[in-house]
């Protein structure tokens, strides 16, 4: 079966750091421009970092630069969050499209989501 698989997520408190990591099951990733999304209750979806399928281009929503940083290697894309705040907890969604940066109207592949929670 063609999927992505997400996994990292929990629980942490203002401040701390997790790491998501973004796996690829029954295909590989090496022609995919990667990108995260996430969505909080009541709020659209929303946009966080995308890599370029060479690894040598990243974007970042505003919210996030500074503190979230976007990568791959040969078979999983991280996403490492460091300074987490209250509002960015949502389900985090990853996601594939054939050589450019996904969107969530464009792609091939998108994953079942894990839940970030940040929270004293």
């Known amino acids: 079966q063609l999927q992505l698989v997400e996994s990292g997520g929990g629980l942490v408190q203002p401040g701390g750091s997790l790491r998501l990591s973004c796996a690829a099951s029954?295909?590989?990733?090496?022609?995919?421009?990667i990108g995260w999304f996430r969505q909080a209750p009541g709020k659209a979806r929303e946009g966080v970092a995308c890599?370029?399928?060479?690894?040598?281009g990243t974007n970042y929503t505003d919210s996030v630069k500074g503190r979230f940083t976007i990568s791959r290697d040969n078979a999983k894309v991280y996403l490492q969050m460091n300074s987490l705040k209250p509002e960015d907890t949502a389900i985090y969604y990853c996601?594939?499209?054939?050589?450019?940066?996904?969107?969530?109207?464009?792609?091939?592949?998108w994953g079942q989501g894990t839940q970030v929670t940040v929270s004293s």
């Open positions: 996601a594939a499209n054939w050589g450019s940066c996904p969107t969530p109207h464009r792609y091939n592949y």
């Open positions: 029954g295909f590989r990733l090496n022609y995919y421009g």
């Open positions: 890599i370029s399928f060479s690894g040598g």
